[in-house]
């Protein structure tokens, strides 16, 4: 199982990223597939996640305005649109995937199967 993150960048504040996560090795059908970040000095935290079976979203109302998860079948890739960033945005990026029927909360990064390696994103004020 690989999960490959890109897209990450030096932006200013106001601009927008469209971070990727191209998956290879699991059918995602099978999967919950959810973006995570950590800033520095800071836990990682859950921002959102998918149900590619589904379609359905898990959100965090803080950061639903700024950030849209979706999924390209076609292309087995995840992405992050996120818009008008802030500084405070300024993290590791991480794309994760989880079983569909695993237990425990898709909110949690200790109940996820397999991690990318995690794309850069500075925004600079």
């Known amino acids: 199982v690989q999960l490959q993150a890109s897209g990450g960048g030096l932006v200013q504040a106001g601009g927008s990223l469209r971070l990727s996560c191209a998956a290879s090795?699991?059918?995602?059908?099978?999967?919950?597939m959810a973006w995570f970040r950590q800033a520095p000095g800071k836990e990682r935290e859950f921002v959102s996640a998918?149900?590619?079976?589904?379609?359905?979203?898990y959100d965090r109302d803080s950061m639903k305005d700024r950030f849209t998860i979706s999924g390209d079948d076609a292309k087995n890739t995840l992405y992050l649109q996120i818009t008008s960033l802030k500084p405070e945005d300024t993290a590791i990026y991480y794309c994760?995937?989880?079983?569909?029927?695993?237990?425990?909360?898709?909110?949690?990064?200790?109940?996820?199967?397999?991690w990318g390696q995690g794309t850069q994103v500075t925004v600079s004020s």
């Open positions: 998918i149900n590619w079976s589904s379609g359905y979203l």
């Open positions: 090795g699991l059918t995602l059908s099978n999967y919950v």
């Open positions: 994760a995937a989880r079983r569909r029927y695993r237990g425990g909360t898709y909110r949690s990064d200790q109940d996820y199967d397999f």
